[in-house]
């Protein structure tokens, strides 16, 4: 007859398979967390890229609107994306109210330094550069990402 103490607990075997088997499920669940963490980020750079894009394109507006002063000659955009946070004078309100058109400028989210001011993060394009190879200029027509890597859907970071 078996003593009460002998049964209890598990032996060497039933303990080394199953630390193998939860071995083997991390193992498995580990790609499946970096392409969600992946994703993540990409739509975070997805959206910073909106609402920067959608803050110059209504800077540009109000410019055509006659709200933005602009000089003579120039295509109406930002002269740098602070102005998009700092605001502009309103060229129409009797009072010159400034024209906010971002809350905060937001950050590359794959940017690898996270101690560089924000403004930084972006690449940045003129109204006079090609679109082939982006320039900075007198002016901020567009932005793009600065990461040298390539999105899930195969189009590089930089060409979003």
Sequence with gaps: ???????????????????????????????VAQLAFKRTRE??????LRQIRGAIDAYHDAALAGRVA???G???YPKDLK????????????????????RRLPRDPLFPDTATPAEQTWGLRSYASPAEAPTPGDDVYDIHSLHQGTGLNGVAYSQW
């Design 1 to 31: 007859m078996k003593s009460a103490g002998a049964s209890r607990g598990f032996t060497l075997i039933e303990l080394i398979v199953t630390v193998a088997i939860v071995a083997l499920l991390a193992t498995a669940a580990m790609p």
């Design 43 to 48: 739509q975070d750079l997805t959206l910073a």
């Design 70 to 72: 602009i000089e003579a």
């Design 74 to 76: 120039t295509p109406g």
């Design 83 to 102: 102005l998009l946070v700092d605001g502009v004078p309103d060229a129409k309100d009797p009072e010159g109210k400034r024209i906010y058109f971002l």
